[in-house]
């Protein structure tokens, strides 16, 4: 789509000095905009399930409570992720994302339903160990 530039055509608007983001689609803003950025939309999960997304991708544990986010909302979602690609796969050792899956398994395998994977694309930088 060619765009005119103004501002009815803007899908979202991204405001730095007040921390506010604006999808124009739906009306939405939040103040929050370090946090939506590093991944954390907490804050819309209800609203997500209101109009039936019914899988959350990615569950990121560097940015997200997921043991928050699963006793509120876990019996409503299938939770995709929870094994950290910015701390655990690059920067753990073998063990620690063996530890890492038995824990998620443990505390989000349960009341619904958990695709226990990496939350993001894998990085050049995390250990084939890590992988296998």
Not at 56 to 83: S, W
Request: contains cysteine; proline residues 6%; aromatic residues 6%.
């Amino acid at each position: 789509m060619v765009s005119t530039g103004d501002r009815s055509a803007k899908i979202r608007t991204y405001n730095w000095p007040q921390g506010r983001v604006t999808d124009h689609r739906i009306g939405l803003t939040l103040y929050n905009l370090p946090a939506i950025i590093d991944g954390d939309i907490s804050e819309i999960i209800l609203d997500l399930i209101d109009i039936g997304v019914t899988i959350l991708n990615p569950v990121q544990p560097e940015c997200m409570d997921i043991a928050k986010i699963k006793r509120e909302y876990g019996k409503h979602l299938v939770f995709d992720g929870t094994i950290g690609t910015q701390s655990t796969m690059p920067f753990g050792t073998p063990e620690d994302v063996r530890n890492s899956v038995r824990e998620a398994k443990r505390e989000y395998g349960y009341a619904g339903a958990l695709i226990l994977s990496h939350t993001h694309v894998l990085e050049p930088d995390v250990p084939v160990a890590n992988v296998l």
